[in-house]
C-alpha cells in the first residue's frame, strides 16, 4: 500500500510539472505589462500569483526536506541551490521581477520536485512532521497531509491563473489531472 501512495505523489509532482509548463507558455502570449496588471487576485497579478507559488513551493520543501534530516533520509533533489528562498521572504514577495528568471526558477524547481518524489522512500510518507508555519505556530501531521497541501496549493493558485489568463483572452485548454492520464 505504502508504494501505491508514493506513486500517487509521483504522479502529482508529474502532473505539477506539465500544468507548470502549460500555465507558463500560455502566458507567454502575454507582455509583461500584462502579467504584471493587477487584477485583484490573491496576489495581485499573474505575475505575484506565480511568485507567490515560488516562495510558497520553497518554504514547503525546505520543511519538508528538513523532516526528512530530522529521521535520517537525505533527499539530495532538495539542495540549497533549489531552495534558494532569500532571506525575510513573504508570502507575497516577489522574488523574481524578471520573466524569464521567474520561468527558470519554476522550471528548476519542478524537475526537483519530480526528482525528489521519484528518490523519495516510502517511509517518508508515514513520518511526522513539525515545523513553525509563517505566524510562528507550531505545527505537527503526518507528512503525507503536507504533501497533499503542497500539490492542492499549487493547484489552488494555477487555478486563479488560469481564471486571469481567460479573462486576459488566453486559453490554456484543459487542466483536468486526467487529461495528463
Known amino acids: 500500500m505504502t508504494t501505491l501512495f508514493s506513486e500517487h505523489y509521483r504522479f502529482l509532482a508529474h502532473y505539477n510539472r506539465w500544468m507548470n509548463l502549460?500555465?507558463?507558455?500560455?502566458?507567454?502570449?502575454?507582455s509583461d505589462e500584462e502579467r504584471k496588471r493587477e487584477r485583484g487576485a490573491f496576489f495581485g497579478s499573474i505575475h505575484g500569483t506565480l511568485n507567490h507559488l515560488?516562495?510558497?513551493d520553497q518554504i514547503w520543501l525546505r520543511r519538508l526536506a528538513q523532516c526528512g534530516l530530522d529521521n535520517d533520509i537525505r533527499m539530495n533533489s532538495l539542495n540549497a541551490k533549489v531552495l534558494d528562498l532569500p532571506a525575510g521572504s513573504r508570502l507575497n514577495t516577489v522574488v523574481f521581477d524578471d520573466w524569464k528568471a521567474l520561468r527558470a526558477k519554476r522550471e528548476?524547481?519542478?524537475?526537483?520536485?519530480e526528482n525528489w518524489v521519484a528518490e523519495m522512500?516510502?517511509?517518508f510518507l508515514q513520518l511526522t512532521m513539525r515545523y513553525g508555519n509563517s505566524r510562528g505556530v507550531e505545527r505537527t501531521h503526518p507528512v503525507w497531509q503536507a504533501m497533499t497541501h503542497f500539490f492542492n496549493h499549487q493547484t489552488h493558485h494555477r487555478g486563479q491563473v488560469s481564471t486571469l489568463l481567460m479573462q486576459a483572452g488566453v486559453d490554456i485548454g484543459v487542466t483536468d489531472l486526467i487529461a495528463l492520464a
Open 54 to 56: 515560488i516562495v510558497g
Open 108 to 113: 528548476q524547481l519542478d524537475a526537483a520536485i
Open 121 to 123: 522512500p516510502d517511509v
Open 22 to 30: 502549460r500555465l507558463y507558455d500560455a502566458c507567454e502570449a502575454l
